[in-house]
């Protein structure tokens, strides 16, 4: 059984950073491509950064977080990073991790995390 468990939210100040982390279990990791997505109250959930782990590993990020966010991965740890820097009262969201296998959609999820950024 896939299991995705996100860590590492909380409350910060605009401007501060924050590191989310999310555990993977039940699959083999370094075959899939990890993404986070959030979804902020009222709003759709978006994409916010993925990481793809065959071909030349790329990343891709939203351009709302381009330059702010950087993810990566831990093949060995199984484990998926986002570090957040110079957050604003717009991120606030509960950020999501997701899970996709090779050619497919993101069909795993985990059960999110709240970040909050007071202004």
């Known amino acids: 059984q896939v299991q995705l468990a996100e860590s590492g939210g909380g409350l910060v100040q605009a401007g501060g950073s924050l590191r989310l982390s999310c555990a993977a279990s039940?699959?083999?990791?370094?075959?899939?491509?990890m993404g986070w997505f959030r979804q902020a109250p009222g709003k759709e959930r978006e994409f916010v950064a993925d990481?793809?782990?065959?071909?030349?590993?790329?990343?891709n990020y939203a351009d709302s977080v381009k330059g702010r966010f950087t993810i990566s991965r831990d093949n060995v740890k199984n484990t998926v990073y986002l570090q957040m820097s110079s957050l604003k009262p717009e991120d606030t969201a509960v950020y999501y991790c997701?899970?996709?296998?090779?050619?497919?959609?993101?069909?795993?999820w985990g059960q999110g995390t709240q970040v909050t950024v007071s202004s």
């Open positions: 997701a899970a996709a296998g090779p050619g497919r959609e993101f069909d795993y």
């Open positions: 039940g699959l083999l990791f370094g075959f899939y491509t």
């Open positions: 990481t793809i782990t065959w071909g030349d590993g790329s990343t």
